[in-house]
């Protein structure tokens, strides 16, 4: 992904202001065994999920995109009831 394309995505993404801030000087610091930073209010996304990778020097954090039904469903387990037979009904014939 290009710096450029990357950019363009920041300035689409939907914030509570109208500017754009590209940049904050923030600090890292320990949450137990792992590295923290605490994102500033004018960075905050949207939901509980987000997808980070690094590329080269850059660390990016971007929203995780939303969980498919077909993911959801390939977590669940069979159903081991059995359900009742279905009666089927007769139906009139009509004449069209």
């Known amino acids: ?3 450029e394309l990357i950019w363009h ?3 689409h ?3 509570k202001r109208r500017s754009v ?3 904050r000087h923030v600090r890292l610091f320990r949450n137990g065994r792992n590295q923290a930073v605490r994102i500033p209010r004018e ?3 949207p939901g ?3 997808i980070m990778r690094k590329e080269g020097e850059r660390l990016i954090i971007e929203v995780a995109p939303p ?3 077909l993911s959801v469903l390939d977590r669940l387990s069979p159903i081991d009831e ?9 139906t009139d014939k009509v004449n069209l």
Not at 82 to 90: A, D, G, K, N, Y
């Open 82 to 90: 059995q359900f009742p037979p279905i009666v089927e009904l007769t």
């Open 21 to 23: 801030i590209r940049e």
């Open 43 to 45: 960075f905050e996304l």
């Open 1 to 3: 992904m290009t710096e």
């Open 48 to 50: 509980s999920d987000a």
């Open 13 to 15: 993404m939907p914030t």
């Open 9 to 11: 995505m920041l300035w």
């Open 67 to 69: 969980e498919s039904l």
